[in-house]
Each structure stands twice: as C-alpha cells, then as structure tokens.
C-alpha cells in the first residue's frame, strides 16, 4: 500500500530532551515536507527538502532540523524541544521535484513538550 | 509576505444544497492552488489542483474556479452529502525564485453537511 508513514504517532517529552520524529513513504517521490498544525494558526511548512541531500526552509524552521540522505526518508530532528513546540506535526511527500502537485499526508505526530 | 485567507471558519448547509468556500490571496500571484480534505486527527487529504492558467477545475461532485485578478478561488460540493462534513484547506505554491517547494495553507473551513 502506498502510504507515509510516521513515528511515532503520540510523544510526551520534557524541555531540552532532543527527539526525532521519523517519516518515511514508499512512493519513490522525490519531494517531502514537515508541517505542524496549531489552533487558529492552521497549518505552517517548517521544512521540505526536493530531493536527496537538497532541504529548505518553510515559514517556520527555528528549532528544527531536518535531514534527507535517502530518498524514502525524512526525518524531524528538535535538538533542544520547548513547550512551544507542542503541536501536531505532518510529514508529506510528492511525487515532482517542485512538490507543486498533491502531496500525500502521514497521519501525523502529536508531540507534547513538557 | 503572502497571505491567504478562507473566508470563513465554519459553514452550515442543508444536505443536497451546494457549498461554496472561498480561498483569497495577497502579494503573489501562484501557480498552482490545490485544496485538501481534513477529517479530525488525521492528514490532509489531496482533492484538486488547478493552474493559474486554468479558469475551472472539475472531479465527480466538485468543482474549483481560480480567477487570478480578483485573487480568489472558489470551491463547490454540488448535491452535499453529511459524509462531506470535514475541514476543508486551500494550499498555494509559488513558481518562482526559490520558493517553487513552498507551500502555503489556509487555516480552513469547517463545512457541516446536515441531514
């Protein structure tokens, strides 16, 4: 099945544990991004990388890293998490260079920093 | 910066009626503006793209209309149906500069479909 896959799906930490959140898609897309999703402020690109070893920054990167050596994968990384992190977060893939097309959803990490 | 905006954050209508939501930009001119299903807790779902050259867009019930000089598109479900009910995103993405993998959403709009 064709899917994103995320892990894990529920995560409770405390400020300043570092954590990574993994995402992977079995596509072959080229494109892949992180979102989060908060209350009244919708949903906000934080990175998205248009193929391997190429990342960029979406509207709100401070505090994240990403990474991308393989194709399939795309892994969050918060090195020091803060409660304004706290939020539910979405990886996504598409199958252009652009990711102009549909992107695919995961089905979301909803991570709460303490 | 770019700004987008869903003209309302919730829309009640009667089942078989239909809904029309509004999806309204400032600064840039898109290329493409796509338009996603939400249900609760889960990820967005791709529904349909439209181009900036394209006036219309259609797929079974659903229709979307861009009009790059008002800066607006809209989307309509024709005959709803409660099944319908979600949270509805329109997205746009920039072709130009480095900004092609940008992706911009709105914050939604609830549509409630009622028996």
């Known amino acids: 099945e064709a899917q994103v896959t995320q892990n894990p799906r529920y995560l409770i930490t405390v400020t300043g544990k570092k954590l990574t959140v993994t995402c992977s898609q079995n596509m072959n897309h080229e494109y892949m991004s992180w979102y989060r999703q908060d209350p009244g402020l919708g949903l906000r690109q934080i990175y998205y990388?248009?193929?391997?070893?190429?990342?960029d920054k979406g509207d709100v990167p401070e505090g994240y890293k990403v990474s991308r050596k393989e194709k399939r994968n795309f892994p969050l990384i918060l090195e020091s998490p803060s409660p304004n992190q706290t939020s539910l977060y979405f990886c996504a893939s598409s199958p252009t260079t652009f990711g102009i097309y549909e992107q695919y959803f995961g089905p979301g990490t909803r991570l709460t920093v303490t | 910066s770019q700004k987008i905006e869903q003209n309302s954050e919730a829309l009640n209508i009667q089942e078989g009626k239909t809904a029309t939501l509004t999806c309204n930009y400032t600064n840039y001119s898109p290329a493409y503006l796509q338009w996603y299903r939400q249900d609760p807790g889960r990820g967005p779902v791709f529904l349909l793209l439209i181009r900036e050259n394209e006036k219309e867009k259609r797929k079974e019930r659903l229709k979307v209309t861009f009009d790059t000089t008002l800066k607006q598109s809209l989307f309509h479900i024709t005959a709803s149906q409660p099944a319908d009910s979600a949270t509805y995103l329109c997205a746009l993405s920039m072709n130009y500069g480095g900004s092609q993998g940008n992706l911009i959403f709105g914050k939604g709009t609830k549509l409630s479909v009622k028996p």
């Open positions: 990388s248009m193929n391997v070893e190429v990342t």
